[in-house]
């Protein structure tokens, strides 16, 4: 089977109340890690790929290794650019074979986001490839940037914007945040939910994505604090807040951190018991089966995309 776009997926996902786990991947056991879970679970699947993925790992290697999974799980998966800075970053990953793209104009002014984001969109569209839009920003660490508080989104604001631009799905903020740290030491974690529910009201049976969805899970934090890590006061965002987003207007949610942190209490674990390995297949194994696990445990407890490829 070729890449699919999220068309299909994301229709399924909002009429049957669940959605679509977006992973994102820099490597091949990264990969291979979410591919096994996706296959063992029967689930559809977005593979995303960030500017700085691109940069480690180059565009080639990361679409061959794409269409490796294709071939060797035959599961419908889609191929989709995280964070596109600019037209440039997405007119490179749609000509270069990306079945979606995100352009990321949150940072700018409202008139400027929906500009870019239509050039984005007609480019896109005339060679079917769909896009993700973004309004509001979200706090926390992204691309080195520190943004120090949530900017909600404004659900007038992203009817207008879905109206304006003709984007096939909108990122909103209602209170997730990238990396580890999403909530401050004591801050009971929550989510505005009164937002997405506006905003689906406002455009029904359109598709809405979650950013920064890891829920930073407790016991891989353990992990790497016991074995000479440093991650104190890690915390995430509760799986059952976004079964519910899920089960809601929400059909894609991203998830990187909670493989990173996976893959890093793995390796440090096997490498504090197995202090003369040097052979990086000996750590990369459970490291993969780390990540097969992580995605296991979010199809599973969060996305309810299971049996659904
Ligand atoms: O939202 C950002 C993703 O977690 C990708 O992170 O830019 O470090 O690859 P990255
Ligand atoms: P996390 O940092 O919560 O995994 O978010 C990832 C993300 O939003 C990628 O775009
Ligand atoms: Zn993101």
């Known amino acids: 089977m070729p890449l699919v776009t999220t068309t299909e997926m994301f229709k399924k996902a909002y009429e049957n109340g669940y959605a679509i786990g977006a992973f994102n991947v820099n490597n091949m056991e990264i990969v291979q890690g979410i591919t096994e879970?996706?296959?063992?679970?029967?689930?559809?699947?977005?593979?995303?790929?960030?500017?700085?993925?691109?940069?480690?790992?180059?565009?080639?290697?990361?679409?061959?290794?794409?269409?490796?999974?294709?071939e060797d799980t035959g599961l419908p998966i889609a191929l989709h650019l995280d964070h596109g800075a600019d037209f440039e970053t997405c007119k490179s990953c749609i000509d270069g074979g990306f079945t979606s793209v995100m352009i990321d104009g949150s940072a700018h002014p409202f008139e400027e986001?929906?500009?870019?984001?239509?050039?984005v969109v007609e480019y896109a569209h005339d060679r079917g490839v769909v896009v993700e839009g973004e309004l509001g920003?979200?706090?926390?660490v992204e691309d080195d940037v520190?943004?120090?508080?949530?900017?909600?989104?404004?659900?007038?604001?992203?009817e207008e914007f879905v109206e304006k631009t003709g984007v096939d799905s909108l990122a909103i903020a209602i209170g997730t945040s990238h990396g580890a740290y999403k909530f401050k030491p004591g801050q009971k974690p929550q989510l505005r939910f009164d937002i997405l529910e506006?905003?689906?009201?406002?455009?029904?049976?359109?598709p809405i994505v979650l950013h920064g969805a890891s829920s930073v899970i407790p016991e891989f934090v353990e992990i790497v604090n016991k074995y000479g890590g440093a991650m104190p006061d890690a915390i995430g965002i509760p799986e059952d807040m976004l079964?519910?987003?899920?089960?809601?207007?929400?059909?894609?949610?991203n998830i990187?951190?909670?493989?990173?942190?996976?893959?890093?209490?793995?390796?440090?674990?096997?490498?504090?018991?197995?202090?003369s390995?040097?052979?990086p297949r000996q750590y990369l194994t459970p490291a993969r089966d780390a990540i097969r696990g992580m995605v296991k445990r979010k199809i599973v407890n969060v996305l309810g995309c299971g049996g659904k490829a």
């Open 37 to 70: 879970a996706a296959l063992e679970e029967k689930a559809p699947l977005i593979l995303q790929v960030s500017a700085g993925a691109r940069k480690y790992a180059k565009h080639v290697y990361l679409i061959k290794l794409v269409e490796a999974a294709l």
């Open 113 to 119: 986001n929906i500009a870019v984001t239509k050039k």
């Open 137 to 140: 920003q979200l706090a926390g």
């Open 146 to 158: 520190n943004v120090e508080s949530h900017s909600y989104t404004d659900p007038a604001q992203a």
């Open 198 to 206: 506006d905003v689906k009201s406002r455009l029904p049976g359109f």
């Open 243 to 253: 079964r519910q987003a899920a089960k809601s207007a929400v059909c894609k949610i």
């Open 256 to 275: 990187d951190s909670d493989l990173r942190l996976a893959m890093t209490a793995t390796i440090r674990e096997h490498m504090a018991n197995h202090p």
């Open 277 to 279: 390995d040097f052979d």
